[in-house]
């Protein structure tokens, strides 16, 4: 009798903190989510009404208001550029190493915990050996391809871990099929193989673009603050300061008398520009993996 | 005999050209390894070069700065030839300590959540979501710390200033919380369902499985997934310059500008000489976070070798 009760007021206790937990966890999710939400969207509202076309190519301006942003957005896009054309054939070069050639022994798992600490090491790190390199030691300054170099060194490691992971996951099968048609190793990995990984390969391309581009300590030591000061200035060897920086160096630095609405609108642009990085990308997959679901619901 | 003797040598044309094929494919097959090989190889040499160029100029310090003042000292006073780092690295470490108590039980929760408890249509959209997070510069969360989280900090507490610690550790919270949870949401998923299945047929709730069975099953995930939080908010560097004051001084609470690793090392290498004490001493420092990032590497594929 006396025993029976405990354990019908263990079983409430049970169900009653259970759904404690499960509410709980339903409320810091929701709220955590919201408070970023409302961040972004802050930022957004903010910035977004005031940009205009002006401000998207215009001069950066010391002295007077009104100032735009024209050449750091110009020189984030080409530093970008610069950084994604060194970074992807070799990331996905050592990607297929990794995957498809090396051999199972201990050099193999000494380059893996290479490329793993790559990856972990602070970009303010990467950014110290770039000003060495360039500033100290080739003596070229702060410029723009110093910038993109030292750049596609955070890119790199994300980008053969990546492609590794997406290769070792595709099936024997379609390996073998091709060699029996006497295809050699490089045919295979080329026009089979690299097909197939694209999705997984694309993303994490996707992945390292929007982080290089919003990547600002590393550029501020290599790349600078400034610009050439002018607009469509293709050359590698002016400095070459990007968005991010120039909003830490409008917020902390400037003396313009409508610094704070241009930091505004420049948070406000680059928060639009790395969603929408992430977003082109990814949307496809998106766009397939819902079809696919209503397909399998279907049936 | 004669017959096929008589076809091989009508086919002598086409067979000296399959050879020209496949003696370029041959050798494209050989450059493309050779590539591959090449490309690996850049990678494992950059790293040797950043550890050596970063490594050697930081040793050097200590030429001028014994070691005890370098790592138990607190006065950061370059232009007397004081150099004790013990502020920065007290700091990033108290800092980084600061980010995970309120970070790791929040992203877990998180990924409980996700894996566990929201509906199919909720998982939908939240994965992607915090994908999307993840993405997010870090100088947008610096600003919005500079000019939304210090004023409200200023008028919560009422301290003069609102920079410090506080304020970089929720600035930094925000930052590594869609990392933290996304890694962590991934191991709980793969966590075989019989063991939950098996769980719930001896009549434990939903709460004890997850509790007692997933988590510790998932554990050595989600000590990954928080070590990369851990890893991410020691490197961090310009969303924590923004907000942390960036004063050389122990602080007396959470409240105080202070300074760490990164932030010093960022304030001041631009107006300092190559050859000189005060540069060495800041690579010192960068050279003591590439050795704590790399530490904490060797710990994550300790984790892995013991899950697996």
Same mark, same amino acid.
């Given at each position: ?43 957004? *509202?903010?910035?977004?009404?005031? =940009? ?17 942003? $024209?050449?750091? @957005?110009?020189?984030?896009? !080409? ?17 297929? !190493? @990794? ?18 600490? @790559?990856? *972990? ?9 770039? !000003? ?49 048609? $006497? ?10 193989? =690299? ?5 997984? =390969?694309?993303?994490?391309? *996707?992945?390292?673009? *929007? ?12 790349? $600078?603050?400034?610009?050439? $000061? ?70 | ?50 550890? /050596? ?34 502020? &920065? ?27 566990? /408890? ?168 960068? &050279? ?10 060797? /710990? ?9």
């Amino acid at each position: 009798m006396n025993g029976n009760s405990t354990n019908k007021l263990y079983k409430q206790i049970k169900k009653i903190s259970d759904q404690m937990f499960t509410i709980g966890l339903w409320i810091i999710t929701s709220l955590i989510l919201v408070l970023i939400f409302l961040l972004l969207i802050y930022i957004l *509202s903010k910035g977004l009404t005031k =940009i205009s076309f002006s401000f998207l190519v215009g001069i950066p301006s010391e002295i007077d208001v009104g100032g735009g942003v $024209g050449p750091f @957005l110009l020189n984030s896009i !080409y530093v970008l550029l610069i950084s994604l054309l060194i970074s992807v054939p070799i990331g996905i070069g050592s990607g297929v !190493y @990794l995957s498809e050639y090396a051999p199972n022994n201990k050099l193999t798992e000494f380059i893996r915990s290479c490329v793993e600490s @790559l990856a *972990s090491v602070p970009s303010i790190v990467i950014g110290l050996f770039g !000003y060495v390199l360039f500033v100290d030691i080739f003596n070229v300054g702060l410029t723009i391809i110093g910038a993109g170099i030292t750049l596609s060194l955070l890119n790199l490691p994300v980008i053969t871990r990546v492609t590794e992971e997406a290769i070792q996951a595709i099936h024997m099968d379609l390996r073998e099929a091709s060699y029996a048609m $006497g295809a050699t190793k490089a045919q295979t990995i080329l026009k089979i193989v =690299i097909p197939a990984a694209l999705n997984g =390969i694309i993303s994490g391309v *996707s992945l390292a673009a *929007s982080r290089a581009f919003g990547e600002s300590a590393l550029i501020l030591l290599v790349g $600078g603050t400034g610009t050439s $000061g002018e607009m469509w200035d293709w050359s590698l060897l002016s400095p070459g300061g990007t968005l991010p920086v120039h909003l830490w160096y409008v917020q902390s630095e400037a003396l313009v008398e409508d610094a704070s609405e241009i930091a505004e609108k420049t948070a406000a642009l680059l928060v639009l520009i790395t969603l929408f990085l992430s977003l082109s990308i990814r949307f496809p997959l998106w766009v397939r993996d819902f079809r696919f679901q209503n397909k399998s619901n279907k049936r | 005999m004669a017959k096929m003797l008589q076809e091989l040598r009508g086919s002598q044309f086409t067979n000296r050209y399959e050879k020209r094929i496949t003696k370029s494919t041959y050798f494209q097959n050989r450059m493309f390894r050779l590539f591959c090989f090449f490309s690996v190889l850049i990678l494992g040499l950059s790293l040797l070069s950043i550890i /050596i160029f970063v490594g050697r100029t930081g040793l050097l310090v200590f030429k001028d700065v014994s070691f005890q003042e370098f790592f138990f000292s607190t006065t950061w006073e370059p232009y007397d030839d004081k150099f004790g780092a013990a502020t &920065f690295i007290l700091g990033t470490l108290s800092l980084t300590g600061l980010t995970l108590l309120l970070a790791a039980p929040i992203s877990i929760g998180i990924a409980i959540f996700t894996s566990e /408890i929201a509906p199919n249509w909720l998982k939908r959209i939240l994965r992607p979501v915090l994908d999307l997070l993840v993405g997010i510069p870090s100088i947008v969360y610096g600003y919005l710390g500079l000019t939304v989280l210090i004023p409200f900090l200023r008028n919560i507490t009422g301290a003069t200033m609102g920079d410090g610690l506080l304020a970089a550790a929720i600035v930094l919270n925000i930052m590594v919380l869609p990392t933290i949870s996304r890694i962590s949401d991934d191991a709980i998923s793969s966590v075989p369902s019989e063991l939950r299945e098996a769980s719930y047929a001896l009549g434990s709730t939903r709460m004890q499985t997850i509790i007692k069975v997933i988590l510790p099953a998932a554990s050595p995930g989600i000590f990954t997934a928080v070590i990369l939080g851990m890893a991410r908010s020691i490197g961090e560097t310009m969303a924590v310059v923004m907000v942390i004051g960036n004063t050389p001084q122990l602080p007396s609470d959470l409240l105080t500008p202070t300074s760490v690793l990164t932030s010093n090392i960022v304030n001041q290498i631009i107006d300092v000489e190559f050859d000189s004490t005060w540069n060495y001493a800041l690579y010192m420092m960068a &050279f003591l976070l590439l050795l704590i990032s790399n530490l904490l590497i060797i /710990i994550i594929r300790k984790l892995r070798v013991k899950g697996a």
